[in-house]
């Protein structure tokens, strides 16, 4: 599938159906503790749906009061939760604790399936990525689903890599890149890319993972900004300066609206200019995020301002 070959929206059920992981971040901080519905792909579903874009999320929760509240989350941003994500006896948990930078270090209490025979409708682009991509058995099954998508469909694929769930990484690189050879964008952290090739400059990351078959390739450097790569042209983007509140969802915001940013781009060429684009946009949407507390992502409308917070210091999206 080719980015400058995005199906007819008409042709779709959905524009986006995202398939991974929702949990609930319970975030302590010397202030206290408080609870987010979260997860790196119900994130994305999430963001996405705030932007206004027909969104559908696969996923596994419990009937409890956890699953109820990732529930009621994605309802307020009108993304669809599929048939088959109710399955679990209990909802995913992740303990976050905010460093006074506002960076986050996780800790998780999770599972992760899915139903064999579970049916998923058509969209324009599939997103995977996270937990959800590694875990068994519920990655083998993501990967099937993959596999089987309609012509036309759009394949991103964001890693997020959580070690401590891992295991060996020599493991976790093989399932990576089978993900990534079967995707058409790859957005990685610069953690999640020295993690999985601690061997190679960034550069060299992305020339690997363009190798294997990505038509774009994304690295964030929180701060720092991002570099958005294809075989013909590499940008730089400065990261958008604002006051940070915590980094919780800022890389997720930023897949979110690289994606919207590929959805209105549709059929044109993805030369410098566009890159450059597709590259503010998101940082846009990751500075906007880190300005307040928790996986709290922008609108149309915010993002279209532009508005941020005074006191600038650089958004970290990763």
């Known amino acids: 599938m080719s980015i400058n070959s995005l199906g007819n929206p008409g ?74 994500s109710g399955r679990e006896a209990r909802t995913a948990t992740s303990i976050a604790s905010i460093q006074e930078d506002g960076s986050a270090h996780y800790a998780f209490d999770i599972s992760w399936a899915l139903e064999s025979k579970v049916s998923v409708p058509e969209a324009q682009v599939m997103h995977t990525g996270s937990i959800a991509a590694f875990l068994e058995p519920g990655a083998t099954r993501v990967r099937e689903i993959i ?21 060996e990484a020599s493991k976790a690189k093989e399932v990576f890149e089978a993900m990534a050879a079967m995707a058409d964008v790859v957005k990685l952290s610069d953690e999640d890319a020295g993690w999985l090739y601690p061997e190679l400059p960034d550069a060299g990351v992305v020339s690997h993972v363009l ?26 983007v400065p ?62 409308r915010e993002l279209g301002t532009g508005a941020l917070s005074a006191a600038p210091r650089a958004a970290a999206a990763r």
């Open 11 to 84: 042709a779709f059920g959905l524009e986006v159906l995202v398939i991974g992981e929702s949990l609930v971040d319970v975030v302590s901080t010397p202030l206290g503790t408080t609870e987010f519905a979260g997860g790196s792909p119900a994130n994305v579903a999430y963001g996405l749906g705030r932007l206004g874009v027909r969104t559908g999320l696969l996923t596994s929760i419990g009937q409890d009061r956890h699953g109820r509240m990732i529930s009621r989350h994605l309802e307020n941003s009108a993304v669809e939760l599929l048939d088959g």
């Open 147 to 167: 596999g089987s998508r309609p012509e036309g469909c759009l394949v991103t694929f964001d890693p997020n890599i959580r070690p401590a769930l891992l295991g």
């Open 211 to 236: 190798e294997l078959g990505a038509e774009l390739v994304v690295i964030t450097h929180g701060g720092e900004g991002s570099v958005l790569a294809t075989a013909a042209v590499t940008v730089d």
């Open 239 to 300: 990261a958008v300066k604002t006051a940070v509140a915590d980094t919780i969802g800022a890389g997720d915001s930023y897949m979110s609206a690289l994606i919207y940013g590929l959805l209105r781009h549709g059929r044109q060429d993805l030369n410098e200019t566009a890159l450059r684009q597709l590259g503010e946009t998101a940082s846009r949407a990751a500075a906007i995020t880190v300005g307040r507390p928790g996986p709290n992502p922008p609108t149309a």
